[in-house]
């Protein structure tokens, strides 16, 4: 029982504290390995290594070296008493109930013998031995093309109805049909595991919960004769999670992001209102046990091992219920877990809307468009305070446009331009949800997120950095500050309203008129709303110039700063 690192004995380790402290818990185990041997062949260094790839009878032999491999735990972990559930057939492919098939031929081999090992190690409490667990098949949305009405490759979600569908509402469509086939060959192969392992990531807790319905038998106005697959009781929910990304750090980044089955992140209240909306499906139902995806937030861990940052940190860095910053202590996700299920609503109402909203920019030139980005869970309808400029909607995973048109809002996290005037101060997210298991409801439950702006007439120059020689100037703390700088450096200049489309110019003013700007000939960026980066051109002649930034979208230059700048030996 030796292992590199002494694995094995952390291993124990874990699970020995575990018991301590009066926790169960619960393995899974992932053979991708089995599975590349079974299609492509076993290495020759191994007891397969002689059948034909893709065979029956590799099938047989890696099943039994993987129930080996297997039972190997169950002989070092099962004695603490405390592993209830042994899931093991993560990610690979099911048995298809053919002679020739090596799935099938790998499973008949490897269940029995795993679950002959869990036999020797009985329960004192529970009574028994532990259980086995599957993968239930039950893990994606069925993608709905509204153009087409058809599933496609990706998935282009509808809050609203749609007249062609005769105005039913349409929410988040489950492929749950696939579950009953899925457990179907399972069957059919002799095999009945203890429990099936649910993944239940989710944009609406009612759709979801329609669709489970639907797998348990439950008739409603998603499957009106629907064929029992699982019950209630043998549902195991081992992953459900959002994250808290849309909040400033260390809760957050400032950034949106969906992951499985199109679940946004959040708000730190947002993720606790997700954990109630969602769990309290559950309940509902009597599903007896729940697994959350990370206690703590695990950013640092991402960003030092995988040099995670931006979308990839918000989707996996921020999923836990109390931050890795010990300052901070628990989010409000936590509380929502202690205070479950009596925190659940009473009656069968529309769970509440989650929302968060997001502007690309404090401060705002007028007449400038921003980037603003959502993220909706449990809503059926929803609305902004300020019109939509022209555009369309972008899904804010890949930027891939949604909708064409700017109205209705869709998708659970998306993006999309609003124009920006004097009187906007404040963009309101609204979302209303009437959904209840999929069908409308005659209650409504309403929600809302805010975010402050600050529009004015415009560009904000806040600093100026001379990159070659290392001079600065904060006018915020000195407005009288003068920077010198030589023809042919690099200009960096720091404020709020730049365009974030570009077409921003800096105008000098002295010993002449001149602009620095795209197509100067010098080196020229400003792709960005508080940054532009400009070659000084010998075109600039030395002197004492004032200087100020225009925004392409406003006539109104900001406030003019002073700048010396003295002849370089590289112009002529």
Request: aromatic content about 12%; glycine content about 10%.
């Given at each position: 029982?030796?292992?590199?690192?002494?694995?094995?004995?952390?291993?124990?380790?874990?699970?020995?504290?575990?018991?301590?402290?009066?926790?169960?818990?619960?393995?899974?185990?992932?053979?991708?390995?089995?599975?590349?041997?079974?299609?492509?062949?076993?290495?020759?260094?191994?007891?397969?290594?002689?059948?034909?790839?893709?065979?029956?009878?590799?099938?047989?032999?890696?099943?039994?070296?993987?129930?080996?491999?297997?039972?190997?735990?169950?002989?070092?972990?099962?004695?603490?008493?405390?592993?209830?559930?042994?899931?093991?057939?993560?990610?690979?492919?099911?048995?298809?109930?053919?002679?020739?098939?090596?799935?099938?031929?790998?499973?008949?081999?490897?269940?029995?013998?795993?679950?002959?090992?869990?036999?020797?190690?009985?329960?004192?409490?529970?009574?028994?031995?532990?259980?086995?667990?599957?993968?239930?098949?039950?893990?994606?949305?069925?993608?709905?093309?509204?153009?087409?009405?058809?599933?496609?490759?990706?998935?282009?979600?509808?809050?609203?109805?749609?007249?062609?569908?005769?105005?039913?509402?349409?929410?988040?469509?489950?492929?749950?049909?696939?579950?009953?086939?899925?457990?179907?060959?399972?069957?059919?192969?002799?095999?009945?595991?203890?429990?099936?392992?649910?993944?239940?990531?989710?944009?609406?807790?009612?759709?979801?919960?329609?669709?489970?319905?639907?797998?348990?038998?439950?008739?409603?106005?998603?499957?009106?004769?629907?064929?029992?697959?699982?019950?209630?009781?043998?549902?195991?929910?081992?992953?459900?999670?959002?994250?808290?990304?849309?909040?400033?750090?260390?809760?957050?980044?400032?950034?949106?992001?969906?992951?499985?089955?199109?679940?946004?992140?959040?708000?730190?209240?947002?993720?606790?209102?997700?954990?109630?909306?969602?769990?309290?499906?559950?309940?509902?139902?009597?599903?007896?046990?729940?697994?959350?995806?990370?206690?703590?937030?695990?950013?640092?861990?991402?960003?030092?091992?995988?040099?995670?940052?931006?979308?990839?940190?918000?989707?996996?860095?921020?999923?836990?219920?109390?931050?890795?910053?010990?300052?901070?202590?628990?989010?409000?996700?936590?509380?929502?877990?202690?205070?479950?299920?009596?925190?659940?609503?009473?009656?069968?109402?529309?769970?509440?809307?989650?929302?968060?909203?997001?502007?690309?920019?404090?401060?705002?030139?007028?007449?400038?468009?921003?980037?603003?980005?959502?993220?909706?869970?449990?809503?059926?309808?929803?609305?902004?305070?300020?019109?939509?400029?022209?555009?369309?909607?972008?899904?804010?995973?890949?930027?891939?446009?949604?909708?064409?048109?700017?109205?209705?809002?869709?998708?659970?996290?998306a993006a999309l331009y609003v124009a920006m005037q004097i009187t906007t101060q404040q963009i309101t997210l609204s979302g209303s949800n009437s959904?209840?298991?999929n069908s409308q409801s005659p209650y409504q439950t309403d929600g809302s997120a805010s975010a402050a702006v600050t529009v004015g007439p415009n560009p904000i120059i806040g600093g100026i950095q001379d990159y070659n020689t290392g001079?600065?100037?904060?006018?915020?703390?000195?407005?009288?500050?003068?920077?010198?700088?030589?023809?042919?450096?690099?200009?960096?200049?720091?404020?709020?309203?730049?365009?974030?489309?570009?077409?921003?110019?800096?105008?000098?003013?002295?010993?002449?008129?001149?602009?620095?700007?795209?197509?100067?000939?010098?080196?020229?960026?400003?792709?960005?709303?508080?940054?532009?980066?400009?070659?000084?051109?010998?075109?600039?002649?030395?002197?004492?110039?004032?200087?100020?930034?225009?925004?392409?979208?406003?006539?109104?230059?900001?406030?003019?700063?002073?700048?010396?700048?003295?002849?370089?030996?590289?112009?002529?």
């Open positions: 029982m030796t292992s590199p690192n002494n694995q094995w004995g952390a291993l124990q380790g874990v699970v020995a504290a575990a018991k301590a402290n009066g926790i169960w818990v619960a393995l899974h185990f992932a053979p991708g390995r089995a599975e590349a041997e079974v299609n492509n062949g076993a290495p020759t260094s191994t007891p397969c290594a002689g059948y034909a790839k893709g065979s029956s009878a590799l099938g047989q032999c890696v099943g039994s070296s993987y129930a080996g491999w297997v039972n190997s735990f169950i002989s070092a972990l099962a004695g603490y008493q405390n592993v209830l559930m042994w899931g093991i057939n993560y990610g690979i492919q099911l048995p298809q109930n053919s002679p020739q098939d090596p799935y099938t031929a790998f499973w008949q081999t490897a269940y029995p013998a795993i679950v002959d090992q869990l036999q020797t190690y009985p329960y004192t409490f529970p009574s028994g031995r532990a259980l086995t667990m599957l993968e239930s098949g039950f893990g994606g949305i069925w993608p709905i093309n509204p153009a087409t009405g058809r599933q496609d490759v990706q998935p282009i979600l509808s809050l609203q109805p749609w007249s062609y569908l005769g105005s039913n509402y349409i929410g988040y469509q489950w492929n749950w049909q696939t579950v009953a086939s899925d457990v179907s060959l399972w069957q059919q192969t002799g095999i009945q595991p203890d429990l099936w392992a649910f993944q239940m990531y989710n944009a609406s807790a009612a759709d979801l919960e329609a669709a489970l319905e639907c797998v348990a038998g439950v008739a409603n106005s998603v499957c009106s004769a629907p064929q029992q697959a699982i019950p209630f009781s043998k549902m195991v929910v081992t992953e459900a999670a959002t994250g808290s990304s849309f909040e400033s750090p260390p809760v957050g980044n400032n950034l949106a992001i969906e992951f499985d089955s199109q679940v946004p992140t959040t708000t730190a209240p947002g993720q606790s209102q997700w954990l109630t909306n969602t769990f309290c499906a559950f309940s509902r139902h009597g599903v007896p046990a729940f697994g959350w995806y990370g206690l703590y937030d695990s950013a640092s861990w991402w960003e030092a091992n995988y040099d995670d940052s931006g979308p990839l940190l918000a989707a996996v860095g921020y999923w836990g219920l109390s931050s890795e910053i010990a300052s901070y202590g628990n989010k409000p996700a936590w509380n929502a877990m202690l205070g479950f299920p009596s925190n659940c609503p009473s009656g069968f109402l529309p769970p509440a809307p989650v929302l968060g909203l997001y502007a690309d920019a404090p401060y705002y030139t007028q007449g400038d468009v921003g980037i603003i980005a959502y993220t909706a869970a449990d809503v059926s309808s929803l609305s902004l305070s300020e019109p939509p400029s022209s555009g369309g909607i972008f899904s804010c995973e890949t930027s891939d446009l949604i909708q064409s048109g700017d109205t209705p809002l869709v998708g659970s996290c959904d209840v298991n001079q600065t100037c904060n006018f915020t703390q000195n407005p009288g500050c003068v920077l010198t700088a030589n023809q042919d450096d690099i200009l960096v200049v720091y404020g709020e309203g730049f365009s974030i489309s570009g077409g921003n110019t800096i105008h000098f003013t002295g010993p002449g008129d001149v602009w620095l700007y795209e197509t100067d000939g010098y080196y020229y960026w400003d792709d960005s709303r508080t940054q532009i980066n400009a070659q000084v051109g010998c075109y600039v002649s030395p002197g004492a110039w004032s200087f100020s930034v225009l925004n392409p979208k406003s006539g109104n230059p900001s406030a003019t700063y002073s700048i010396n700048i003295v002849s370089s030996p590289s112009c002529p």
